[in-house]
């Protein structure tokens, strides 16, 4: 395998991760429904064993989905400038997030002013008269404190507005500083394995122990310290990595320990979870098991992608990867909708469950046939003009 990916490769396994993450995220939110974690609006039905399975991805789901599309903005910048990146990722990105903070999200307000609210209103009532008129009287209180839900917002979009943000602050480093990131992409692909498996997993642990107390992850942008600090060396690490063949080859090699690695650390967090925090064992070992989890994880991801799927292209994978943004912009207006209208006729909880994600694949699937035959619905659902070549190939580059 050559060092560098080159001469039109496709990173099959990339596409794959980035289509089962998002796939994973929808299943997510539809757990969101049935534990106690705070959400838009929940089931009648609570699960006591929920909770800890959705623990196993909570590490990093998000993650993960920041590393593929740091490896996508690497691949985009080998074909055009980094200006053109900027505008080509912004239009990609800002003219959904609009569509979806003005349209596709409002009934997901909607249904939680109904439902933890009790507001009485029609929905063009709140739509004309509450949310678009940027109305933040909607509170509550929620464990001592005042709760408003803010209006409008962007929800389950946030991660779009995130992405938009670090490709825009990438590009302009790329214009004044490649070198820079050209040294660094050397300096990522020959750390030596051992520093690879747990020097990112010690960084994020000290992240989870000394910034997440103190500022607790808001989806907010400005006053999200603790995602940034994530998600920022993240996005960057999957950019630094997207071309390297070397890289590829040492996940594969490291897949196994890397998953015995994530597996133990996940047990040992739901082990130290029923312990009080403030024991000082606890307090020092449970962010170091969250820390091995989520990037051993993302590890033994990529490691068994590339062992088993960097040559499983077909309809399938294609068909998906060019779908699995549109997806993702419905899917939680669509899974937030089916609960609230599903709510007064007490279903049992497995009925419901499956009507839900079988109205969420249906809309997800509707949403993107129909969209993708009008023009201008492709670029507000994230669609991608037809024409236009993956991002997750590369043009040929020097080895």
């Not at 989905?65 to 080509?88: C, H, I, W, Y």
């Not at 946030?158 to 670090?166: E, G, I």
């Not at 991801?301 to 960097?310: P, Q, S, V, W």
């Amino acid at each position: 395998m050559p060092h560098t990916f080159a001469n039109g490769d496709r990173r099959l396994d990339l596409d794959w991760i980035r289509v089962c993450a998002f796939g994973l995220l929808i299943i997510y939110h539809v757990g969101m429904l049935y534990v106690p974690w705070d959400f838009h609006v929940k089931s009648i039905h609570q699960s006591n064993t929920l909770p800890g399975i959705m623990a196993l991805v909570n590490p990093w789901r998000m993650s993960i989905l920041f590393l593929v599309s740091g490896a996508a903005t690497r691949f985009m910048l080998d074909k055009t400038s980094p200006g053109a990146l900027a505008g080509r990722r912004s239009w990609r990105l800002l003219v959904p997030l609009a569509f979806g903070v003005a349209v596709i999200v409002p009934p997901q307000s909607y249904a939680e002013v109904v439902e933890k609210l009790g507001f009485s209103g029609s929905y063009p009532d709140f739509w004309f008269g509450h949310y678009l008129a940027f109305d933040q009287n909607f509170c509550r209180l929620r464990d001592g404190r005042q709760y408003c839900i803010v209006l409008p917002t962007w929800n389950h979009l946030w991660f779009v507005v995130y992405l938009w943000v670090y490709t825009v602050i990438l590009a302009g480093a790329a214009a004044l500083t490649p070198g820079t990131l050209a040294a660094l992409e050397r300096f990522v692909e020959r750390l030596p394995a051992p520093a690879l498996l747990v020097g990112p997993a010690l960084l994020l642990a000290a992240l989870h122990a000394f910034v997440y107390p103190r500022f607790p992850p808001t989806q907010a942008l400005f006053d999200d310290v603790y995602g940034h600090a994530i998600y920022v060396p993240i996005f960057l690490f999957g950019f630094l990595i997207a071309r390297s063949g070397r890289f590829a080859e040492a996940v594969e090699k490291l897949r196994w320990p890397a998953l015995a690695i994530a597996v133990t650390a996940y047990v040992a967090m739901i082990l130290l979870g029923s312990a009080p925090w403030d024991e000082m064992p606890v307090s020092r070992a449970r962010p170091l098991a969250f820390g091995l989890d989520q990037w051993c994880a993302i590890l033994a991801i990529l490691g068994f992608a590339r062992r088993f799927l960097k040559d499983r292209d077909g309809p399938l994978l294609r068909y998906a990867a060019g779908a699995v943004f549109c997806w993702y912009i419905v899917h939680q207006t669509i899974i937030v909708m089916a609960a609230h209208w599903l709510k007064p006729l007490a279903l049992p909880a497995a009925t419901e469950a499956m009507i839900i994600i079988a109205a969420t694949i249906a809309g997800c699937w509707a949403s993107y046939e129909i969209a993708r035959r009008i023009p201008f619905l492709r670029p507000l659902l994230g669609i991608a003009p037809s024409a236009e070549p993956a991002e997750l190939t590369l043009r040929p580059s020097p080895r």
